[in-house]
């Protein structure tokens, strides 16, 4: 016979502990269900500068990179990297990886158009 009495209280604290466990085995498996996350905007654009900084954040991630390059990353996920357009179309693809092998990709299409020098003043254009 087992030392304590079977009353409806040893019930409802076993109860309350297993989903208690179950809770936190979900909160904590949640990076393995929904894998790494990339937040970036605009994610299409027209500039005119040749020089752009790509910035956003990161979520449960291990390595992220920019075409390739890896980039540097805070531990609040941040991260901001600068990249020289060709005249164009520019396609920059982010890459990220988490823990458990997961990898999810975003796409940044920029437009680099280069700025038209203007006519020197008081030379007129002769054909």
């Known amino acids: 016979m087992l030392p304590y009495r079977d009353s409806r209280l040893v019930h409802f604290i076993l109860l309350a502990f297993f ?6 085995a979900f909160f904590e498996g949640q990076a393995l269900l929904r894998g790494p996350t990339i937040n970036v905007s605009p994610r299409v654009m ?7 900084v ?7 991630i291990t390595q992220l990179s920019l075409n390739g390059a890896p980039i540097a990353i805070t531990e609040d996920g941040a991260f901001e990297e600068g990249y020289v357009l060709t005249p164009g179309y520019n396609l920059l693809i982010l890459d990220a ?3 458990y092998g997961k990898t999810t990709q975003r796409s940044i ?3 680099y158009k280069e700025p038209t020098s203007p006519s020197p003043e008081g030379v ?4």
């Open 97 to 99: 990886r988490d823990k």
């Open 46 to 52: 027209e500039v005119s500068d040749s020089f752009v």
């Open 124 to 127: 007129a254009d002769e054909f």
């Open 109 to 111: 299409e920029i437009f």
């Open 19 to 24: 989903v208690a466990v179950v809770a936190y």
């Open 54 to 60: 790509v910035s956003g954040t990161a979520e449960r």
